[in-house]
Every structure is written in C-alpha cells, then in structure tokens.
C-alpha cells in the first residue's frame, strides 16, 4: 500500500467514514485474530476478544486518532498492548489467588518476655493518669460501662467523660506507642 493509501484509510476513519472501517475490518480481522492467538496461547475466543475489542476502540477513538504510518500497524500494536494487559492481569490475579489462598497463620505466640513487660507499663501508664482521667478510663475499659453510666456513677457530665476519655486515651497511646503492635495482637487473639 502506498502512504497516498494509507493516508486516505485514516482520514476516513476520522471523519466517520462507516464503509472505510467495514473494509478495513474486512481486511484485518481474520490475520489479526491470528496474530493474537499466539498472544492468547492459542485461545480462539479470547484471540478474537482482543481483535473486536481493537476494533471498537479504533472506531470509538476515530476523532483523536494519530496514525502515522498505517492503520495496519495501528491495529497490530493494539492488539499486542491488549494482549500485554490481558498477560499482565492474568499474572497479577494468579499471585491474588495464591495469596488468598495461603493459610493465615493464627498461631502467633509473643517472645515470653514481652507480655510481662507489656503489662507492667501499662499498669505503670495508668497510675501516671490523672484521678479522674483514670477513673473513666477503667469503668470504661475494664468495667464496659457506657459514657451515661460512667457520668451517673462518677456524678459529673457526660461531655466530662468524653473528654477525660479522651485525654486518657492520648496520654495511653503515648506511653505505650512503642507497645502499639503487641497491644493490637494480644487483643485481636482475646
């Protein structure tokens, strides 16, 4: 085909051209459907997915279409990038399937002498709160009373509860933010 030709294909294209697109499709389909069975590892159907799916976005995209050597090549290249993706997807979800598929590994056990350390600075963390800061803080956590509850029992307002829990749990996480992992496991296995 001469660059006159090939020229000609793609303006049709851009401008719409139904019968220039029929031929092309014509002209392509069958040796690119082959071309992408070798991509597909000989699937048929998903060879031609690849080849229609070329298609559709070559008609979709007739506007901003930048051909500069042929609509051949255009074609062939589209379909080798799709191909690509479909490999790279198929990858990516074989390794997703195979880590779903790993047991998860329960059986965590802490160094024996990390749990014994945990609780004396925790203990010592809570003595470091102010009275009232660690009176909410214990109904709340090791009581499980409500912030209604802890209100009528400490008799002070519910907005005082919240924001001596909250200055409770900074003051915790500060002390203990060397400990945060282990808190986090000791209490997902509880």
């Not at 719409?16 to 389909?29: E, L």
């Not at 925790?122 to 009581?143: D, G, H, K, T, W």
């Amino acid at each position: 085909m001469e660059l006159k030709e090939i020229n000609q294909e793609s303006a049709a294209i851009r401008r719409g051209d139904k019968q220039a697109f029929d031929a092309i499709f014509r002209r392509y389909y069958e040796p690119l459907c082959q071309y992408a069975s070798g991509l597909t590892e000989g699937d048929p159907d998903e060879a031609e997915d690849l080849v229609q799916n070329a298609f559709v976005k070559l008609w979709e995209r007739r506007d901003t279409l930048d051909i500069r050597w042929s609509v051949k090549a255009y074609l062939y290249k589209m379909v080798y990038h799709a191909g690509l993706n479909r490999i790279r997807h198929a990858q990516s979800r074989d390794k997703y399937h195979q880590f779903k598929s790993l047991p998860l590994n329960n059986d965590f056990e802490h160094p024996a002498d990390t749990l014994p350390e945990l609780k004396e600075r925790l203990e010592a963390a809570l003595r470091e709160l102010p009275p009232q800061c660690r009176s909410v803080f214990e109904l709340s956590r090791f009581e499980a009373l409500k912030y209604r509850e802890i209100a009528d029992q400490l008799e002070i307002s519910i907005k005082t509860v919240e924001s001596q829990m909250g200055k409770a749990l900074r003051l915790m996480r500060l002390r203990l933010a060397d400990f945060l992992v282990s808190l986090v496991c000791v209490y997902a296995i509880l």
